[in-house]
């Protein structure tokens, strides 16, 4: 008889063992083998129970791990499958805007939100020309910086900031580099800060425009984007990312021109003689389109007099109709304007726009921020602090500024009988009397030496 310990092959006639021996052997391994599937059986059961059950229990960090964790039994059952529970706490999908889900929506360049530290190392101020533009008027913006390159004698150069409440495109950026060395920005105007704010009845303030344009006749009184621009213009563009770290601005117009040589470095100049606001033109508002902007302008006063300086050392008595005790309409065309940025961001200027913005009447009415911001200095600066540049020979739409100074003209090729500075629609020349006399009196004696009649 051969048995499972006797080797058939061997030699040996020790090899075989006693019968009681091998069946001792025998049901060792059989009990061995029948624990081993039940181990089997018993851990397959609790899986499996775990698995369907294990959706209930929650472990959040790695400190309550428990392997009854659904993704933990999913792990041991199927290896296909690996639990991201360790992640999706931490991290959250991201979320596309409509636009970037549809091919060919993606805007193609990002606008910038800063200038770099290494801007100003060649520069004395942080200072900065800038320019609302749009897309379209890259014809008019072109001829604004070539006029002021050529005008300048090392060109311009500091940064220029160009806003837009639209992407700027491709082409427009790259013509834009052609015609200037100084770096260039081009910033994305925030629509949160553009669009109607919560505060104003829609439907009212678009029959309102309408009415403006129709039996008032106002200058683009059903434009909707104008009055936003004239908005965004009195209160927040100095908020912008881009004017982060930027103490002076000269404010520039598409389609504006400069005929002067210009030697000196306008911002040093304003600067070293602490000037706030400066200035080539003055002009009257339409009443048509400010109705109610002095009423409230006298709340405010009344409300925070603390804030208001003593009018006697302010331009406010330019501005002050005394006859009639209201506003005489008389005020600084911004569309050229240097300007100290610590102006607008002061107590006194930040609560003052507030006031007038809560009231609705940049789209119920058409107030413009050349008013607004000329009250403000009448209201919050000393006269002193405001400068008229004689030297800057400027022209835009309907109004041209050409020195009356022989001297001056001989660095200009502007015409000097087109100056509107003695026109019957500007103020400048009762301003001059209340802040440069001298500069008055010399303009006086050139007209009556020249014989020029003010047109």
């Not at 706490?89 to 290494?118: A, F, M, N």
């Not at 629509?191 to 129709?214: C, G, H, K, N, V």
């Not at 009257?284 to 002095?294: A, C, D, G, N, R």
């Amino acid at each position: 008889m051969v048995t499972l310990a006797d080797n058939p092959f061997s030699t040996d006639s020790t090899a075989t063992s006693s019968p009681s021996s091998i069946k001792l052997s025998y049901k060792r391994r059989r009990f061995w083998k029948a624990v081993l599937r039940l181990i089997i059986l018993s851990s397959a059961l609790i899986l499996c129970t775990f698995y369907f059950f294990g959706p209930k229990v929650e472990w959040k960090t790695i400190s309550d791990f428990n392997p009854k964790d659904v993704d933990f039994m999913r792990y041991i059952c199927n290896q296909e499958q690996i639990s991201d529970s360790f992640t999706q706490g931490s991290k959250k999908p991201s979320v596309l805007l409509e636009h970037q889900k549809i091919e060919g929506y993606q805007r193609l360049s990002q606008e910038d939100e800063t200038i770099p530290d290494e801007v100003w190392q060649d520069l004395p101020l942080k200072a900065a020309y800038y320019m609302i533009v749009r897309n379209e008027k890259l014809l008019e913006a072109k001829s604004v910086i070539k006029s002021m390159e050529d005008h300048m004698r090392n060109g311009t150069r500091y940064p220029w900031i160009l806003l837009n409440n639209n992407h700027f495109t491709t082409e427009f950026k790259k013509y834009i580099r052609k015609v200037t060395t100084a770096p260039v920005f081009f910033g994305r105007i925030d629509l949160e800060a553009w669009e109607y704010p919560y505060w104003i009845d829609i439907p009212r303030a678009e029959s309102l425009m309408f009415d403006q344009a129709t039996s008032k006749a106002v200058h683009k009184g059903a434009s909707l984007s104008y009055h936003q621009m004239l908005r965004y213009q009195s209160g927040f563009f100095f908020h912008h990312p881009l004017f982060r770290d930027i103490d002076y601005t000269w404010r520039v117009e598409p389609g504006a021109d400069y005929s002067c040589q210009m030697d000196e470095d306008m911002f040093v100049y304003m600067k070293e003689n602490n000037k706030t606001l400066g200035f080539v033109l003055t002009m009257k508002e339409s009443l048509s389109t400010i109705p109610t902007l002095w009423t409230h302008v006298n709340q405010f006063k009344e409300l925070f007099p603390e804030l208001v300086l003593p009018a006697t050392d302010t331009i406010y008595p330019w501005i002050h109709d005394k006859d009639k005790n209201t506003y005489n309409q008389c005020h600084l065309w911004t569309n050229f304007q240097i300007a100290d940025l610590s102006f607008f961001r002061s107590e006194a200027y930040q609560k003052y726009f507030r006031y007038l913005d809560n009231t609705g009447n940049f789209f119920y009415e058409r107030w413009s921020d050349a008013p607004v911001q000329t009250i403000a200095a009448a209201l919050f600066l000393k006269k002193e602090q405001i400068h008229f540049f004689n030297n800057i020979g400027y022209s835009h739409s309907v109004a041209n500024h050409c020195p009356y100074n022989k001297e001056l003209l001989q660095k200009c090729s502007c015409d000097v009988n087109s100056n509107f500075d003695f026109h019957r629609g500007s103020c400048t020349r009762s301003l001059l009397e209340l802040i440069e006399p001298e500069i008055l009196k010399e303009m006086d004696e050139f007209v009556l030496g020249k014989e020029i009649r003010a047109p």
